[in-house]
């Protein structure tokens, strides 16, 4: 093996879509002397997650981590424009400052509330409304079934693209260097992952490694010898417009998993399928919007019965599949210098300066300095011992 065929860094982040790309901006802002490549086989992210997700950012949680992941994730994206500058030009997001609304039967009212105490108690604002109030703020909703909303009104969305490319190219600017390759395999030597090999034959040594390959990581872990119960889900997101103009709407949320927002003139938003096969398919069918979507939102919004479908596209979602949250941390038991930080199962957009941050503290401190997210580690797997939500996911 010649010289050129091998290179050596302090970090091999595996992944360079929005989890990664965060990774190696904290890693960089933090300890700007450190050496860390990014591999990642698509710089046009075609088949990446974040770009087909829909970019809700929503405090509406119960596990503290993931209410503190979106409070300060969602400071940052509100930010993100001009902390993110790089080389005189900003990074926007487009963030819409829209809300979030979860809404629920009553019998699920007083499990409604003790989450929104929950929210509460770590400073989010967020309003109860009953049937009434729900069609006072939102006069074409149909409450007639519901006991109660949650408004979280300083939730919203922003431009998944944009907020990938803004921490790739700070990354790089603080010198990150984005690697286009494939991981195909690992060395391991004693108690430690001592090199990643890639598609080109390219054998990367590193001080430390990082698996942020998304709906590719159980993947990936496979080749380090870890077992990790993250799969990828297929799950649709269509726009779809009303034939008559009605008000804007919040990321509209229930318990049968439909969730949509306001986009443009219309709306974008799906209805997730928790018992879609897992596997990496990106076939679109479109019968799903006709026989599934269309007949949900038209219940909740009776003028959406004449809504017209314009685009569906599939994406994946990551999931984790013992309890729904992201397993994040260092694989202690195994490989100790093999970090995880993937399985965010449909919310690690919105986690991503969160997660980038915490596993940049575990690094470089050997803990975490703000928020403590030993609870999303990887021992709750090993005990299989979920660790999940309790509200709507
Ligand atoms: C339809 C849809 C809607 C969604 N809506 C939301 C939302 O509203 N809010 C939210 O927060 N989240 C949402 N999500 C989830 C969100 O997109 C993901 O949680 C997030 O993108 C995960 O980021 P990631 O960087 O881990 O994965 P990705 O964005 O998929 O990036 C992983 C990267 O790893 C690379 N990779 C794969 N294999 C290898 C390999 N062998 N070697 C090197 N690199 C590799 C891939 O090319 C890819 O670029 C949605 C997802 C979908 C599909």
């Known amino acids: 093996m010649t010289q050129k065929d091998v290179q050596k860094y302090d970090v091999a982040i595996i992944g360079g879509g929005v989890i990664g790309s965060s990774v190696a901006y904290y890693l960089l802002q933090a300890s700007?002397?450190?050496?860390?490549?990014?591999?990642?086989?698509?710089?046009?992210?075609?088949?990446?997650?974040?770009?087909?997700?829909?970019?809700?950012?929503?405090?509406?949680?119960?596990?503290?981590?993931?209410?503190?992941?979106?409070?300060?994730?969602?400071?940052?994206?509100?930010?993100?424009?001009?902390?993110?500058t790089s080389k005189g030009r900003p990074a926007p997001v487009d963030w819409v400052e829209g809300g979030y609304l979860f809404v629920v039967e009553p019998e699920h009212v007083a499990a409604l509330e003790r989450n929104?105490?929950?929210?509460?108690?770590?400073?989010?604002?967020?309003?109860?409304?009953?049937?009434a109030g729900l069609k006072d703020r939102f006069p074409s909703i149909n409450s007639d079934d519901l006991g109660m909303g949650a408004l979280t009104p300083h939730d919203g969305w922003c431009d998944p693209n944009g907020l990938l490319?803004?921490?790739?190219?700070?990354?790089?600017?603080?010198?990150?260097?984005?690697?286009?390759d494939r991981f195909v395999d690992a060395e391991i030597e004693g108690p430690k992952a001592k090199a990643i090999i890639l598609e080109s034959g390219?054998?990367?040594?590193?001080?430390?490694?990082?698996?942020?390959?998304?709906?590719w990581s159980g993947l990936v872990a496979e080749r380090f010898g870890m077992s990790l119960p993250i799969v990828p889900m297929r799950r649709f997101e269509h726009y779809f417009t009303p034939a008559t103009p009605m008000e804007r709407l919040p990321y509209v949320k229930d318990l049968s998993r439909l969730a949509f927002r306001s986009e443009g003139e219309g709306f974008s938003g799906g209805l997730v399928n928790g018992n879609e096969p897992r596997g990496f398919n990106f076939d679109v069918d479109h019968s799903y919007w006709d026989e599934v979507v269309w007949p949900a939102v038209a219940?909740?919004?009776?003028?959406?019965?004449?809504?017209?479908?314009?685009?569906?596209?599939?994406?994946?979602?990551?999931?984790?599949?013992?309890?729904?949250?992201?397993?994040?941390?260092?694989?202690?038991s195994g490989l100790p210098n093999l970090y995880t930080v993937a399985?965010?199962?449909?919310?690690?957009?919105?986690?991503?300066?969160?997660?980038?941050?915490?596993?940049a503290e575990l690094m470089l401190k050997g803990s975490y300095q703000t928020i403590d997210l030993t609870r999303f580690g990887y021992e709750r797997v090993e005990a299989n011992e979920p660790y999940a939500e309790e509200g709507i996911l």
């Not at 950012?57 to 503190?68: A, D, G, K, L, S």
């Not at 929104?116 to 049937?131: F, I, N, S, T, W």
């Not at 490319?165 to 286009?180: C, D, P, S």
């Not at 399985?343 to 596993?359: D, L, N, T």
């Open 32 to 84: 700007p002397g450190t050496s860390v490549c990014v591999i990642e086989p698509d710089p046009t992210y075609e088949f990446a997650s974040a770009l087909r997700s829909s970019g809700g950012c929503r405090v509406q949680f119960t596990c503290p981590e993931n209410i503190e992941m979106s409070l300060y994730s969602i400071e940052r994206i509100k930010n993100f424009e001009h902390e993110m």
């Open 116 to 131: 929104v105490r929950k929210q509460q108690a770590h400073g989010c604002v967020v309003e109860l409304l009953d049937p």
């Open 165 to 180: 490319w803004g921490y790739r190219r700070k990354a790089i600017e603080l010198g990150a260097v984005y690697i286009r």
């Open 202 to 215: 390219l054998r990367i040594e590193a001080e430390s490694f990082v698996n942020a390959a998304g709906a």
């Open 299 to 332: 219940h909740r919004f009776p003028t959406l019965e004449a809504a017209k479908c314009h685009r569906t596209w599939s994406g994946l979602y990551e999931v984790n599949e013992l309890d729904g949250n992201a397993v994040i941390g260092r694989w202690n």
């Open 343 to 359: 399985g965010f199962s449909g919310h690690g957009m919105m986690h991503a300066p969160a997660a980038g941050r915490g596993i």
